[in-house]
């Protein structure tokens, strides 16, 4: 039996906004088609200029856009993150507070 067509679902969010999009694609579709046809740069007119650079994964695990998708699977795009969690734990020793367990500032 060969599979003609998979059904993946394609999410992004922002804070204020979230979208999970399904789309059926053809078997053998990469993450970067699949983020395409879903068309939710619709929804995030901002993803266009920056998809090429975005870091991408499945369920939660980083892959490439080159990725060849299986059936069920959700691709999620991920945002840039705001601050460096390295630099502000240095900032937050430099300034002599020291952390809790769980991150939280004593």
């Not at 804070?15 to 789309?23: E, G, L, N, T």
């Amino acid at each position: 039996m060969v599979i003609d067509s998979i059904n993946v679902e394609v999410a992004y969010a922002l804070p204020q906004k979230q979208v999970i999009r399904s789309v059926n694609v053809d078997a053998g579709t990469t993450i970067g088609a699949a983020i395409v046809q879903s068309g939710i740069m619709m929804d995030f007119p901002e993803l266009e200029a920056e998809l090429e650079d975005a870091k991408v994964g499945i369920f939660g695990k980083a892959a490439a856009m080159t990725t060849v998708l299986s059936d069920g699977d959700r691709v999620e795009i991920y945002r840039p993150l705001i601050a460096d969690p390295k630099e502000v734990r240095r900032q937050r020793a430099a300034a002599g507070k020291k952390m809790k367990k769980g991150g939280g500032d004593a």
